[in-house]
């Protein structure tokens, strides 16, 4: 069974940029998580999607946002970008995104300059 | 405000001997568990969980102690391999249904390191 997988794997881009980043869960999975993780706040939730809706948030600004597929692919995507915008990206799957085990991909290293 | 909290950035530990890396949480409303293990610039890999209704959980070398009353959850790796060199996480999770979808709380990870 294939892994969830992150595309790409790595980007620059400029500040005022914008970015997408992209995700496939694992077949059958229909929760999509975001995650954020850098050095000084290590991994930060982003947002959930679960058939195309988003049901959950973290405390990012509204510069960060995203979307589902039917097929439960999903995009991340991040305007006006900052420098404080670099980290590396990581989306997880899950069932159903509820208490079950979510399984992470390796993720989108991103960096702004 | 660092709802779980691993307060041991890093623990070195010889091989064949047990590692004991350490997980503090805040929010009683915590009740399922998981610990990932991470290399660098990769995505975290899931390594065992734990619900609240247990106080262990086992799986080959790992083992997971959940101490609800003091609000603590540990793993225990025996006997420890090089190969578990890695950055350990531990995250947790609400109850299920109203803002908790797809959302993990982690802590900020601590760095095994096995010596031969």
């Known amino acids: 069974k294939a892994g969830v997988t992150q595309t790409p794997r790595y980007l620059i881009k400029t500040r005022g940029q914008q970015v997408t980043l992209s995700c496939s869960p694992i077949s059958g999975h229909r929760s999509v998580s975001w995650y954020q993780q850098t050095p000084g706040q290590g991994l930060q939730f982003l947002f959930e999607y679960f058939s195309e809706t988003q049901r959950n948030k973290g405390n990012f600004p509204g510069r960060f946002s995203g979307r589902q597929f039917s097929n439960s692919r999903s995009e991340m995507n991040v305007s006006t970008l900052e420098l404080g915008d670099s980290a590396l990206y990581l989306c997880a799957s899950s069932l159903l995104g509820m208490k079950e085990t979510q399984y992470f991909g390796p993720g989108t290293r991103l960096l702004v300059l | 405000d660092q709802q779980v909290k691993q307060n041991s950035p890093s623990l070195s530990v010889q091989e064949g001997r047990i590692s004991i890396l350490n997980c503090d949480y805040t929010?009683?409303?915590?009740?399922?568990f998981l610990w990932y293990k991470k290399y660098p610039a990769e995505g975290p890999t899931f390594l065992i969980s734990i619900s609240s209704i247990k106080d262990k959980n086992e799986d080959g070398r790992f083992t997971v102690f959940l101490n609800k009353s003091a609000k603590h959850l540990s793993l225990h790796i025996v006997p420890s391999q090089p190969g578990d060199s890695a950055v350990y996480f531990c995250a947790a999770s609400p109850d299920a249904g109203g803002t908790s979808y797809g959302k993990l709380t982690f802590g900020q990870g601590t760095i095994l390191t096995v010596h031969p």
């Open positions: 929010n009683s409303m915590f009740d399922y």
